[in-house]
C-alpha cells in the first residue's frame, strides 16, 4: 500500500487537469512520464505533441474523441496516444471537465496487459478511481462540473 494525493494541474477554460502523486514522489505520475520522454530523442516529439493536445483539452474540454478506451467496460481509463506512436499517457477521464493525468509509456506489446510497467498505471488508475468513487459515498470526496474537492490522501 502507497499513499497518494491529487495534484492540481491546470486549470483549464473547458477542463480541469489533476495527477496523482506518491508520497514517496517528488513529482507527479505525470510529471514522471514527462520527464521520461522530454530528452528522448526518437519520442520527444511525441511527448510535445501530446503535451499540445493537453493544452487543448484545458481549453476545449475532454471529449471522448480525442481518447483511447482502455482498462475495463466499467472503469474512465483512457489513453492519449499520438497518432502513428506508440507513446501512451494513460488517465482518467472522469467527465468532459475534469481529466485525472497518469503516467504512461511507450506500448510495445498488443495489449498494455502484457507490458508489467504499463499494466501497473492502467491498475493505479483503476484503483485510484475507485478510492474517489468510494470517498463520493462516504462524503470525503466532492466532485463538482470542474472541481474535485478532497483534503484525503489516498491509500493505494
Avoid at 477554460?13 to 530523442?41: G, H, M, P, V, W
Amino acid at each position: 500500500m502507497s499513499e497518494v494525493e491529487l495534484i492540481l494541474l491546470e486549470e483549464g477554460n473547458q477542463c480541469t487537469l489533476y495527477s496523482i502523486q506518491f508520497n514517496s514522489e517528488d513529482t507527479s505520475e505525470y510529471e514522471r512520464f514527462y520527464n521520461k520522454f522530454i530528452e528522448d530523442a526518437k519520442l520527444n516529439r511525441d511527448l510535445l505533441r501530446i503535451v499540445q493536445i493537453l493544452g487543448k483539452i484545458a481549453d476545449e474540454g475532454a471529449l471522448e474523441r480525442r481518447f483511447r478506451p482502455e482498462g475495463k467496460m466499467n472503469d474512465s481509463v483512457v489513453a492519449l496516444p499520438v497518432l502513428s506512436s506508440k507513446l501512451r499517457l494513460y488517465c482518467l477521464r472522469l467527465s468532459n471537465s475534469i481529466l485525472v493525468l497518469g503516467n504512461g509509456g511507450v506500448k510495445n506489446s498488443r495489449t498494455y496487459e502484457e507490458d508489467d510497467s504499463l499494466r501497473g498505471y492502467v491498475l493505479n488508475l483503476q484503483k485510484f478511481e475507485e478510492l474517489l468513487k468510494e470517498g463520493q459515498k462516504n462524503g470525503s470526496v466532492i466532485i463538482r462540473e470542474r472541481v474535485i474537492e478532497t483534503d484525503n490522501t489516498f491509500e493505494l
